[in-house]
T-cell receptor
């Protein structure tokens, strides 16, 4: 069974530091990779997508993809209390199905 | 542009009652997904439609669950009869095909409590 693994956390990071969120996936034929953010009581919202190996930066967010290691990460620079949320990794597999991780709860401490 | 619309936002019902959840996808989106989210099981895909046709319903937990999409702008998820273990947040999401864009856009969810 195809899987997407994330550490459930909580991951506690001081305000202003870099938060690093990690995700591994089992299907080597996976095509596309997404990071969604979900605030408590709200719906998931897309914050980053990445399709090729390397880094993709968008403001304070950087997604990193390493297909050889089947690993995708999300870095949040200058972490703010408003970044406190659950971050969901989602992977579009070789059957064009979106497989979801269980999410990592991130807490930014002021 | 309006996002995905779901109704009701909250539903409290008693065991054995029928529950109907409604979803209006984003205009122009040809895929529609129904998810269920609980603390224990996380986000689970129940069923998805492409151009109003159900493609994969393998995530539907039991025959008590059914989903329909009579047209491109409306879908329902029905639970009959409901049970306490169905208590969860049910999300509807939609996306469009093509342009390298596979982002799913989620509605606000329906919080269901079955007593």
């Amino acid at each position: 069974q195809k899987e997407v693994e994330q550490n459930s956390g909580p991951l506690s990071v001081p305000e202003g530091a870099i938060a690093s969120l990690n995700c591994t996936y089992s299907d080597r034929g996976s095509q596309s990779f997404f990071w969604y953010r979900q605030y408590s009581g709200k719906s998931p919202e897309l914050i980053m997508s990445i399709y090729s190996n390397g880094d993709k930066e968008d403001g304070r967010f950087t997604a990193q993809l390493n297909k050889a290691s089947q690993y995708v990460s999300l870095l949040i620079r200058d972490s703010q209390p408003s970044d406190s949320a659950t971050y969901l990794c989602a992977v579009l597999d070789s059957n064009y199905q979106l497989i979801w991780g269980a999410g990592t709860k991130l807490i930014i401490k002021p | 542009d309006a996002g995905v619309i779901q109704s009701p936002r909250h539903e409290v019902t008693e065991m054995g009652q029928e529950v109907t959840l409604r979803c209006k996808p984003i205009s122009g989106h040809d895929y529609l997904f129904w998810y269920r989210q609980t603390m224990m099981r996380g986000l689970e895909l129940l069923i998805y439609f492409n151009n109003n046709v159900p493609i994969d319903d393998s995530g539907m937990p039991e025959d008590r669950f059914s989903a329909k999409m009579p047209n491109a702008s409306f879908s329902t998820l029905k639970i009959q009869p409901s049970e306490p273990r169905d208590s969860a947040v049910y999300f509807c999401a939609s996306r469009r095909t093509g342009g390298g864009e596979e982002t799913q856009y989620f509605g606000p969810g329906t919080r269901l409590l079955v007593l």
